[in-house]
């Protein structure tokens, strides 16, 4: 399973299997219910002030098969591979946000 950069998906490892993470519209919505507005979230983002919870809440959203895969889970795999690095996936996603697919 890899990502797919032209759907704007990105991967990240959780609890040791790699995830694909999927900004859909219904991923989307339900983040925009749980951390308000994306322009605001991105708008953080480019302000430095994207809170670790947020992040976490984001990529738990836009995970494409959760299977078992728990929040606590989400929230550790963003912890093991730093804030840096989860830099990575979360740019792909709020580029997807704002730009869209084309």
């Known amino acids: 399973m890899n ?11 959780v609890a040791g299997s790699p995830r694909i993470l999927r900004p859909s519209f219904a991923a ?14 991105v708008e953080r ?10 992040i976490t809440g984001l990529f ?7 299977g078992a895969t728990t929040r606590d889970d989400m929230g550790d795999a963003v912890m093991a591979l730093g804030l840096a690095r989860a830099a990575a996936p979360l740019r792909v ?3 997807q946000i ?4 084309a």
């Not at 990502?3 to 490892?13: Q, S, T, V, Y």
């Not at 989307?28 to 979230?41: Q, T």
């Not at 983002?45 to 670790?52: D, I, M, S, T, W």
């Open 60 to 66: 738990w959203h836009c995970l494409a098969d959760r």
């Open 93 to 95: 996603l709020l580029a």
């Open 3 to 13: 990502a797919n950069p032209e759907r704007g998906e990105a991967a990240i490892i």
């Open 45 to 54: 983002a480019g302000e430095g002030r994207l809170r670790l919870t947020e």
């Open 28 to 41: 989307l919505v339900a983040a925009e219910e749980e951390l308000g507005p994306l322009f605001a979230l």
């Open 98 to 101: 704002l730009q869209g697919s």
